[in-house]
Each structure stands twice: as structure tokens, then as C-alpha cells.
């Protein structure tokens, strides 16, 4: 096993797909509180520069947010929203040139006052999505905040069809079904080369897209208590 992993670490080209929060970053009750320090920042530069290395940070923050967090590591790729953005040497791509912000206004609204009479929720407002966090939410809560969160969510997917409800660690994500990690694996594969190989890292069930659009040759690793997953 450790030979097969020396080997694996050790192959050029190499790709690098990690997750960022609850994989390199402990979660924290909101997003702006979970930052990555300076010594996470170095040592993903100093990847990202290595010969024969490529690294992409594979979150569903949002483009801007990833921007600041990342300045410090230039080199080091990044995929905002879940894969919707994409930012290389030469700047940020969006992946569709869809406009959701109309459809998504009735359940932005109806979300943001949910979240404003329930202390510690907030409602993420995003390109093409919505998500909801409650990790900063009183445990004795949650319940009643799922329920009134499920009576506004199922009856707008319901009348949008091209939207799903994706459910996370501590979030409940509306988004349309094309927005996945997995589109970031082959983007990665396609700037690396053919011959390379990649390793993915992630926590969540949206990097269980990621590992399973790894090749025979990949690797994925879950971090996080033992569930089943398409990481090997």
C-alpha cells in the first residue's frame, strides 16, 4: 500500500483536486469564519509550483470569496460553486452563461426571512444557487427550521423542475442539477495531459461527484468519519 501510494505522489503530471471546507479547513458556524491560515496557504503554493504539479481547490464557495482567501497562493487553481467558476492564470470563467437570478427571487426572499426571525441561519446567495446554513443554528431549533425550510423549498422545486435540493453537512443546497464537482476532474485531466494522474480529497456528498469521475489510475480520498462512499 505504501509503495502504491509513493507512486501514485510521485508521477508526473499530477493533479490535485481537494475540497475546502472539512477537508482542509474545519467547519465553522458561518463560511466567513472558516478561513485557510497562512502555513495551508505556503504549503498549497509551494504544490502549485512544483514541476509536473497542478492544484485546484474544488469548493462551493462563492467566486469571490475564493478569490480573496486564495491571493496569497497564485498559482493554485480555483473552482468556485460547486464547479460553476473556474479560475486559471488568466482569470475567472463562468461554465454557463444561464441567469438564475430571476427564478430564484421568490425562494431567496421567503429564505432570507426564514433565516432572519432564526438566530444563527443564514441564507448564501450565490450565482446559480441558494444554500442555506444551520450550523450557527441553536440545536434545540433545527428542527422547526427544517420544517419550515421543507413547507418554502419542495413546493418551488415542484414548479421549477430544473432545480434539485442537495443536502449537505449542516446545509440544504437548491441549485441547478449540471452544477458538480465532477466537471472539475476532467477540466483538471485536460490542462495536466493525458498521461497524468489525479488525487482528490474531500468530506462532503457533493465530492462524491468528484470520486467517481476519477479515472482507474485516481485516487480519491474521503476525510471524515467512516460512511460509504466512491472514494477507494
Known sequence: ??????????????????????????????PAEARPGPELLALLERLAAAPGVLVAIVSGRARDELDEMFRAAPHVRLVAE??????????WYAQAEVDSAAALAPLREALDRLTSATPGALCEHKTWSLTLHQRGVAAADRPALAAAAEAVIGPWLEAHPGYERLEGAEVIEVRPPWLRKSSAVGWLRERAGARARLLAFGDDWTDE????????????VRVGAPRATRAR
Not at 461527484?209 to 480519491?220: Q, T
Open 82 to 91: 460547486h464547479g460553476g467558476w473556474r479560475r486559471t492564470e488568466s482569470g
Open 209 to 220: 461527484d468528484m470520486f467517481a469521475a476519477l479515472g482507474l489510475v485516481d485516487e480519491g
Open 1 to 30: 500500500m505504501l509503495e502504491h501510494w509513493r507512486t501514485l505522489v510521485t508521477h508526473s503530471p499530477l493533479g490535485i483536486l481537494s475540497d475546502l471546507d472539512g477537508t482542509l479547513i474545519p467547519f465553522a458556524p458561518t
